[in-house]
């Protein structure tokens, strides 16, 4: 399964928010279940952003979520995630 989270960052927090998010990206690496991960931001706003992980199951991503070190980096950018579905299920691949 893969996990989009979107973020409106302001242009002015961009450089502390990839910091952060290349934090939090190790942090979810360790988790089991992982597979891999990229922080992006479109190139036509930017101050649009999307965090994306693919993982072994959604029960994997749910329980790095819930893993201390990633909570505590997660809550302070939470603000400026987009209130939307981020969990998919892979129906075809090539």
């Known amino acids: 399964m893969i996990a989009i989270t ?52 959604a029960g994997h991503y749910r329980r790095a979520l819930g893993a201390y070190e990633v909570r505590l980096r997660f809550i302070p950018l939470a603000a400026m995630a987009l209130d939307e579905p981020g969990a998919y299920e892979i129906v075809a691949s090539r």
């Open 6 to 57: 979107r973020y409106r960052v302001p242009e002015e927090q961009a450089e502390g928010f990839a910091e952060q998010m290349g934090q939090i990206l190790e942090a979810l690496a360790a988790s089991p279940g992982y597979r891999s991960g990229r922080l992006a931001r479109t190139v036509d706003d930017p101050t649009l952003w999307a965090l994306v992980t693919e993982w072994d199951g």
